[in-house]
């Protein structure tokens, strides 16, 4: 099975949906998979953590998983500097990553990171400010809430996700021309946000679709649990962002929500995610 990746990747929902039922978690020994970045021009941080995510499940199926580097070199370098190649050979990966140079770390606050337990998500958190104080990127008030962002997103993903792989996630510090932005990542490989709220009995029975499951989880004190003081973190990141410059984008099982504060909430049915993926990004 081959995989062709868009040109320009932002994240897995701009796949063309030519294998919509092809789950990694579920599926069963068979044919390689290969994943084509070849004609990339640029990779976003959501789609290299799907490659990510993709990748390991897939080979935690037992499947053999081929990663094709981007031909733009400086496409390339940058998955090279955020560990995407590193991870998945880690794994057992097939990545001819002949010629990539390192890159620089410079504008990533974290590359991409394990995250495997409320200790780690502490850990990478505390890491996060230091490096991002270390280099002096973005104002000192900002790098405190994109911190708390990614702590949030990635204490959700630990306790909530039951992931296979484990969770990864990073933080970067770009400026594309229209001002310096954090952006902050988490992804997971486990059942996703419909199954976990079915774990709540008050809400069996009445999550259909991913992308309603997605917006009920950015609702206050929903939870797939029946503890009335949780299902705050998320809530509470969403209304963090929905402000001026400010973009969320939650991305789980064929569901998408799409939230900045320009626009309403986009939620729709969208190609696979095999687990979830939450990426905010905000003004540095």
Not at 122 to 139: C, K, Y
Not at 150 to 155: H, T, V
């Amino acid at each position: 099975m081959v995989v062709k990746a868009p040109e320009q990747f932002e994240h897995a929902g701009q796949r063309e949906a030519r294998l919509p039922k092809h789950d990694p978690r579920t599926a069963q020994a068979g044919d390689d998979v290969i994943v084509d970045l070849r004609a990339c021009s640029w990779v976003r941080p959501p789609a290299a953590l799907w490659c990510l995510i993709f990748g390991r499940l897939t080979l935690a199926s037992g499947v053999p998983f081929t990663l094709l580097v981007p031909d733009n070199i400086g496409v390339a370098t940058y998955l090279q500097a955020i560990g995407l190649f590193d991870l998945l050979k880690e794994a057992g990966a097939n990545v001819d990553d002949r010629g990539v140079g390192k890159g620089s770390q410079g504008q990533i606050g974290v590359p991409l990171t394990k995250i495997a337990s409320e200790r780690d998500v502490e850990d990478v958190t505390n890491l996060a400010l230091e490096q991002l104080e270390a280099r002096q990127l973005g104002a000192p008030n900002r790098r405190g809430t994109v911190a708390e962002a990614f702590a949030e997103l990635g204490m959700n993903a630990v306790q909530h996700s039951e992931s296979a792989v484990g969770a990864f996630g990073m933080i970067q510090y770009y400026d594309l021309g229209s001002g310096p932005r954090f952006a902050c990542v988490v992804a997971d490989g486990g059942v996703g946000i419909m199954a976990s709220l079915e774990r709540n009995p008050a809400l069996q029975g009445k999550v259909f679709y991913d992308w309603d499951a997605i917006a009920m989880a950015m609702q206050e004190r929903v939870s797939g649990t029946a503890d009335p003081t949780r299902g705050i973190g998320l809530y509470a990141i969403a209304e963090e962002l929905r402000r001026p410059k400010h973009h969320l984008l939650i991305h789980s099982g064929i569901g998408l929500v799409s939230q900045s504060e320009e626009l309403e909430a986009d939620a729709r049915r969208t190609p696979l995610f095999p687990g979830t993926l939450a990426y905010a990004t905000l003004p540095a």
